[in-house]
């Protein structure tokens, strides 16, 4: 019996070690964006690794920045955006190591990166939005949590990774496992920006009590939320009550 007990100890060490050495593999998924599938216009280096996205609409004296899902080709919303938001130059940078972009993704160099993405654009435009899905929405909080963000918009966020990492893999200490934890729910007391929260109903990814965790993190009186009904994480933008929560709230 000690002996089953002992080989079951070193199984589940060996698979909390593994998790431990590979855990990036099992956050981003940058493979599935390269190439990009649009040609490029815009770039950004920073520490010897060069960015790169799209500015679209230039002129404008508002600029909205957006970044993206885990997984999401980005340059996929160009047309959406355009028709949303006309009056906006609209900024997308890919992640490192997604599209056309280098380097490999963590959440210190993503989040140094949205930070000096926002200092280029800020210093073009009077105004400047933020907006983030899913895995970008705790990027779009510290960015907003650092930065005079005019408006933050948030689709299917969550309250952190920890949290929805354990989730994923409840027989495992992800909270001590974790390197990349992009609490969102820590920096979102700290956001002065309008802020707007839509969610999926029928979400897969991120369950309900993930988004109301977050939600009570905001200041009450410049929050507004919108449940979109019948969709799911990966959905949400195809619905009309979508489009019009963003057009609204950005127009």
């Known amino acids: 019996m000690k002996t089953v007990i002992l080989l079951l100890l070193l199984i589940y060490g060996a698979a909390a070690a593994y998790l431990y050495l590979f855990q990036r593999s099992y956050i981003y998924f ?6 990009a599938a649009v040609d490029t216009n815009l770039e950004l280096v920073r520490g010897g690794v060069t960015l790169r ?8 004296d508002e600029a909205l920045i957006y970044f993206g899902g885990n997984a999401e080709r980005i340059e996929y919303n160009i047309p959406e955006f355009e028709a949303l938001v006309p009056r906006h130059t609209i900024y997308m ?34 105004r400047v939005a933020v907006m983030g899905r899913s895995l970008g ?20 966020p969550f309250d952190s990774l920890a949290r929805v990492g354990a989730r994923a893999f409840p027989l495992f200490p992800v909270g001590l496992l974790l390197k990349d ?13 309008d802020t707007l929260i839509i969610h999926a109903d029928r979400d897969e990814i991120i369950p309900p009590a993930s988004v109301r965790r977050l939600v009570e993190a905001f200041p009450p009186e410049r929050l507004e939320v919108v449940e979109v009904s019948a969709t799911g994480h990966n959905d949400i933008a195809a619905h009309p009550a979508y489009r019009a929560a963003l057009a609204a709230f950005l127009n």
């Open 53 to 60: 996205g799209w500015r679209l609409q230039p002129g404008h």
């Open 30 to 35: 940058p493979a599935m964006t390269r190439p």
């Open 137 to 156: 929405s705790a990027v779009a909080v510290a960015v907003a949590a650092r930065r005079p963000v005019r408006r933050l918009v948030l689709i299917t």
């Open 181 to 193: 934890r992009y609490a969102a729910v820590k920096a979102a007391p700290a956001v002065t920006a």
């Open 93 to 126: 940078l890919a992640y490192r190591g997604y599209g056309d972009s280098e380097g490999s993704p963590t959440e210190e160099a993503l989040v140094g990166d949205a930070l000096a993405l926002y200092d280029r654009v800020a210093g073009d435009h009077d």
